[in-house]
């Protein structure tokens, strides 16, 4: 096997689904070396938008299927499993060798601090455009991985913890996109509301619709090769930080979550009006720490060690020791927004196994979803996986207004969500046993099966947040993902209209579309 097939794959993707091990063993055994020496061969790193659109329409290869690559952390992989099916002669696509555009080279950052407009090639991560940003003293709603990539979190329908309930999402943000079709053709999309109008005078309906379609299923319709990104004053953050709390025990864990989760919906959800001025994120650990977050946006005029004293007198209450308090410890927004990728920059195995699933409410969580949550979720996975980390956030605010200004709803359903937790199940998979890893699967697909039945919850709402790689009982329908018939309607559209071929199949939930 060339070596270069494993350090691209190595260098290139960052987590390994579950479903998705077995293939990487036989892709790294010495049997398959020749295979994976041509798997390599089809990897091609453009440099600039003509090259990917030369390279599309070009006769040689016009029919075959593109995976494209930004960050490579989708954690289905699916833009990597070129690499499986070109490794294994049988299973090659019916059009022939898949090519895997890998963007890493298109990472210009270009800010315009007039317009508060910054433009970032399709390539760029989000440590890049934090950083950028933060330079040009500004604030945009990202997520919290340094080195996911902005194309494949926008494009998918990406949620900001952190910042979503003040400043939305950053696809109701983007002004302008420029994308190359299947067909090589290049396409510069505006925004309707870019254009100052609810119409979009001067741009073809067709456009319009295409510039919608990317913001849910993007990567399903081509190659974005830029994105121009409406940013805000950073002075919208005011202060922010975590309280950790060491609890010893599930059940501890479990009293106390059951009172921060009761805080969580008193104090940051039912108390606030929009803009929002407040956003809690609750980690729990499989070692049973506890971590809450808390954003204070500047529409908030209290005491944030007030606000969090509830939080305090929970842990008194149960007996859980504090091992850090830093609630206002951010000074600025780029403090929050680079606050965990110390902690992300250690957490990658070798491999990492990663299976992500998500309930979402789409309005304030009933007290009975909340108990699904501390009952099934918390399952003995967390032992058996001592990666696994729960997040438990507030969204909703700006995210899932329509009257904010630029912001528009976004064919994605985790924009209608008001509150979600992920199910992050992570392994090392060289330290965990076979009959552990069988066992650990099993029990999260029936937790998520079980989910499914509620009528209280959604499950699995975004190309971003949630296993596709999953058996087919476990995928949502088109409606989960895209937040209703209409928009997944829309999509399906888009798709056979702009990708009539089907070049763009490596979208995280392809089989919908
Ligand atoms: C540590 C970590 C932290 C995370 N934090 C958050 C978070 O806070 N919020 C959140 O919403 N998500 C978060 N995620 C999930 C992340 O947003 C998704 O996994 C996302 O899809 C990764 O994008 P990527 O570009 O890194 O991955 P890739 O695997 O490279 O791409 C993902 C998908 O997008 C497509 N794509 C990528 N670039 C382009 C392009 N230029 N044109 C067309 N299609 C493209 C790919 O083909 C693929 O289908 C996190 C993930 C990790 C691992």
């Known amino acids: 096997m060339s070596a270069n097939g494993i350090d691209w794959f190595d260098e290139r993707t960052w987590s390994v689904s579950g479903n998705k091990e077995e293939a990487l063993g036989r892709i790294k055994s010495s049997s398959n070396q020749a295979a994976a020496a041509a798997a390599a061969a089809s990897v091609l790193f453009p440099k600039s938008t003509l090259e990917i659109s030369q390279y599309l329409s070009n006769d040689d290869h016009r029919d075959c299927p593109i995976a494209v690559v930004c960050g490579g952390h989708s954690s289905s992989n699916v833009a990597t499993w070129p690499i499986f099916q070109n490794d294994n002669d049988g299973n090659e696509h019916q059009h022939g060798r898949t090519m895997i555009i890998d963007m890493k080279h298109m990472s210009s950052i270009n800010v315009n601090r007039e317009t508060l407009e910054v433009t970032v090639g399709g390539g760029v991560l989000f440590r890049q455009l934090a950083e950028a940003c933060s330079k040009a003293k500004c604030a945009l709603p990202i997520g919290t991985g340094p080195t996911v990539g902005v194309c494949g979190y926008l494009l998918n329908g990406g949620i900001s913890g952190y910042f979503g309930r003040r400043l939305g999402m950053l696809g109701q943000r983007v002004t302008k996109m ?21 119409d979009a005078s001067g741009c073809d309906d067709g456009d319009n619709d295409l510039f919608r379609a990317c913001l849910g299923a993007g990567s399903a319709m081509g190659v974005v090769t830029s994105l121009t990104i409406k940013m805000e004053e ?31 919906k008193e104090r940051v959800l039912l108390s606030s009006t929009l803009p929002a001025s407040t956003s809690m994120e609750i ?25 969090v004293a509830p939080l305090r007198g929970a842990a008194k209450e149960c007996n859980i020791p504090i091992v850090a308090d830093g609630v206002s410890s951010h000074k600025t927004w780029f403090d929050a927004a680079s606050s965990l990728w110390g902690v992300i920059d250690g957490m990658k195995g070798n491999p990492l196994v990663r299976m992500d699933h998500c309930i979402g409410t789409e309005h304030i969580p009933s007290d009975e979803a909340l108990e699904f949550l501390l009952d099934r979720w918390f399952g003995s996975f967390l032992e058996k996986a001592p990666l696994t980390i729960i997040e438990i956030r507030t969204l909703g605010g700006a995210a899932s207004s329509n009257d904010q200004g630029n912001h528009c709803l976004l064919p994605t359903s985790n924009v209608k969500c008001t509150f979600f937790a992920d199910m992050i199940v992570s392994y090392d998979a060289s330290t965990v046993s076979a009959e552990d890893k069988s066992s650990i699967l099993a029990e999260v697909h029936d937790i998520i099966a079980e989910a499914k039945k509620r009528s209280d919850i959604m499950v699995d709402f975004s190309g971003t947040h949630g296993q596709s790689d999953d058996p087919a009982t476990l995928l949502p329908d088109g409606e989960e993902v895209f937040g209703g018939k209409e928009n997944y309607d829309f999509i399906s559209a888009n798709k056979k209209k702009y990708d009539p071929h089907n070049r763009f199949c490596y979208h995280p939930f392809l089989t919908l579309i």
């Open 178 to 198: 420029e994308i190359v079709l299947a067909n090589g053709e290049i396409k510069t999309l505006v925004s309707p509301k870019a254009l100052g109008s609810n």
């Open 234 to 264: 950073e002075s919208i953050y005011r202060t922010g930080g975590s309280i950790v709390f060491a609890c010893s025990s599930k059940s501890i864990a479990k009293t106390f979550l059951r009172k921060a989760l009761s805080f969580m």
């Open 283 to 307: 980690v729990t650990t499989s070692d049973y720490t506890v971590i809450c977050t808390l954003m204070f946006y500047d529409s908030f005029d209290g005491d944030p060690e007030t606000f």
